[in-house]
């Protein structure tokens, strides 16, 4: 009963004008963003957290804001799926497999409708996970010592590559570089300088505002550079018909045992370090496919079809946030940018969070349900307005992406320096994305790095230099089991779990193309 | 090739890493295992995926034609003079410029990209400037 005081009072923070209207405008420029190819969930949120920042919004406020972004995003990536068969971020790949189809027989309207409804029921009920989910573990959490959250950290990066990393040698690559990055600058605890060679802007170390804002928005521009003239058929979302823009009852109720069991495995998913939304929807699509498709119609337009990966990346996204949370150590590329959001606000997610700034969490979750309320009024009437934003070229649209990246950082610090070391970090996330070395673990090295060897240190200082004391206990022993299986496990599984989410993909093109 | 080239560069990259941390200078109050040992151990696993890279590459990945990573060269060169520049210049015209070239880039007629670049620079000023009143860098023309 705590939990609905709790939530009560989280309510009471949530509904005020202002913080009603910041939610808006979130939902909106997030379904915008997850909307428009090449500006997934975590390249919209990096962008809005310097400017949030530098509007001096407080941290309950610029965290729904961002939230609302985030949970809009992953409405809006659909959009284009269904329309023009592109996913506008990764996780809504799922939905163009059956969300096409749908709205090449004139269904679009349907297809979107019962997709947003899809959406809510996923994000409506992994919210509600995250209410009773989050207390539990953060009551695990203050068990925890130093060796155990140093054990921790590294399990968190030991599995961000994923079940479907390729090659774990780039995912760690990718964290020990983001680490390097966060050591350099004045060393928190005995104040040496470490790493500098004498240049005074890096005493305070590198912002990681910087670094995500280049990684991430930047680094599209270039790619978006790369590509110039292969621009996917744009023109083709004026065409589409529409159609009804209402789902039937019949039809929802043919899906709702379909989004009530791919809503589980989501949430399950988003919670489950290594796994995210977009594992999350293509599990959720292929167990459905399995159950239900009996006449073989999954790939050629069936309802449920667009409503599992819909449900099921939704309530993944939700799920994403309990680790984030609870533990402060986040599961996905998109929680990873919300820490940011919190460390960047002064508070340090984790178990502390829930009883020090409780006005925080349950304000924030409080949001999430009046987001996702907003999401899918917005989304079922307004889907049309959303679908004339895909007319946008890139064009147009890139240079203002980059432009507010520089104003959001040049806000921030007013440096020059730090610009360039945002247009340093954008050439690496080029090269980086080329050469296929993940982004989000750099990230979390640098957001993570300091915190992490804080712990170890801690751990060392009380053991008095024994190194043992990192596995001992039987709690730090479990968690490094789990890093280790969740490390080498994609080494066996990734190619075969990758190869199977690209025949589906390819399978059903092919008929596609057939009919 | 390219995982190789990648692996000599990081492999460098990690051996100077580790070369610095075993110079940083240890102050007299210090814990049990200072400020050097964590990079250290960042340093080498960092020197590891690297030889990695060089014994087991991935296959290439597609590199764009010469032309193309020019392009991207010049985008990259603007970005860094639009950083400098920026404070001189001030918002509005180093922003009508950067964007301008940008658009111009991706694919914009030469004077619709004139048209865009101010409309990006003015519409960003209005709105972060004029209604939300973030400062903006002022320049010569002192707004």
């Not at chain 1, 969300?99 to 297809?111: D, K, L, V």
């Not at chain 1, 060796?147 to 961000?160: D, K, N, Q, S, V």
């Not at chain 2, 200072?34 to 590199?63: M, N």
């Amino acid at each position: 009963m705590e939990t609905f005081a709790s939530l009560a009072d989280g309510f009471a923070v949530a509904l005020t004008w202002q913080n009603l209207g910041l939610a808006l405008l979130g939902c909106l420029l997030g379904t915008i963003m997850g909307a428009l190819p090449g500006l997934g969930p975590s390249n919209g949120v990096a962008i809005l957290i310097p400017l949030a920042f530098t509007l001096g919004l407080d941290a309950v406020a610029a965290l729904i804001l961002l939230t609302s972004v985030y949970y809009g995003a992953m409405y809006g990536g659909r959009i284009s799926s269904i329309l023009l068969n592109i996913p506008g971020d990764e996780p809504a790949m799922m939905t163009c497999l059956d969300g096409y189809p749908m709205a090449q027989q004139g269904r679009a309207g349907e297809a979107l409708a019962l997709s947003g409804v899809a959406s809510f029921v996923g994000a409506f009920f992994a919210t509600w996970g995250l209410v009773f989910l989050a207390p539990q573990l953060v009551s695990i959490a203050l068990l925890f010592g130093p060796a155990e959250y140093f054990a921790l950290f590294t399990l968190a990066f030991a599995t961000l590559g994923g079940m479907t990393s390729t090659n774990q040698a780039k995912s760690a690559f990718a964290a020990a570089f983001g680490l390097a990055i966060a050591m350099i600058g004045v060393d928190t605890q005995t104040g040496v300088l470490r790493f500098t060679y004498g240049e005074l802007h890096l005493y305070d170390g590198v912002d990681f505002l910087v670094a995500i804002v280049g990684l991430f928005a930047l680094s599209e521009v270039f790619v978006f550079l790369e590509h110039r003239e292969t621009d996917p058929a744009k023109q083709a979302a004026s065409k589409v018909n529409i159609g009804r823009i209402t789902p039937s009852a019949k039809m929802l109720k043919d899906c709702t045992p379909t989004m009530a069991r791919t809503t589980g495995i989501g949430f399950v998913a988003g919670v489950l370090p290594g796994a995210g939304a977009s594992l999350g929807s293509f599990l959720a699509y292929s167990m459905e496919k399995r159950l239900v498709d009996r006449k073989g119609t999954f790939g050629k337009g069936d309802p449920r079809g667009v409503a599992a990966p819909e449900a099921g990346n939704n309530a993944a996204a939700g799920g994403a946030l309990v680790p984030m949370l609870a533990l402060g150590v986040p599961g996905s590329g998109t929680t990873a940018v919300l820490l940011a959001v919190l460390l960047t606000l002064n508070i340090t997610p984790g178990p502390l969070l829930f009883t020090q700034n409780p006005d925080v969490v349950w304000g924030l979750i409080a949001a999430l349900f009046i987001g996702n309320f907003m999401l899918l009024a917005l989304n079922i009437p307004m889907v049309g307005l959303f679908t004339r934003v895909l007319l946008i070229p890139p064009r147009i649209l890139m240079p203002v992406v980059a432009m507010i990246s520089f104003v959001g950082i040049y806000g921030l610090t007013g440096s020059t320096f730090d610009l360039m070391m945002m247009v340093g970090f954008g050439v690496i996330g080029w090269v980086f994305r080329k050469l296929e070395i993940p982004l989000v673990p750099i990230i979390l090295g640098i957001l993570l790095g300091n915190e992490m060897e804080v712990n170890l240190r801690r751990a060392m200082t009380i053991s008095n230099g024994d190194w043992l004391t990192l596995v001992d206990s039987w709690l730090s022993v479990i968690l490094w089991s789990i890093a280790i299986v969740g490390f080498v496990l994609p080494i066996f599984l990734g190619k075969r779990l990758k190869r199977g989410m690209r025949i589906t993909e390819e399978q059903e093109e092919q008929k596609g193309v057939r009919d | 090739m390219s995982d190789r080239v990648l692996g000599g560069i990081s492999l460098a990259l990690a051996l100077f890493y580790i070369y610095s941390a075993t110079t940083i200078r240890e102050s007299f109050v210090s814990d049990e295992i200072g400020p050097k040992t964590f990079p250290i151990i960042v340093g080498v696993i960092l020197g590891i995926c690297s030889l990695y890279f060089i014994l087991k590459p991935d296959p290439e990945p597609r590199w764009p034609r010469f032309n193309r990573l020019a392009e991207i060269g010049f985008a990259v060169l603007v970005c860094l003079l639009y950083a400098n520049l920026l404070p001189r210049l001030g918002f509005l015209i180093a922003t009508a410029l950067a964007a301008g070239y940008l658009t111009w880039r991706l694919g914009t007629r030469p004077l619709m990209a004139v048209v865009v670049g101010v409309g990006t620079s003015v519409g960003i000023y209005v709105v972060f400037r004029l209604i939300l009143g973030l400062s903006l860098a002022s320049g010569i023309l002192g707004l």
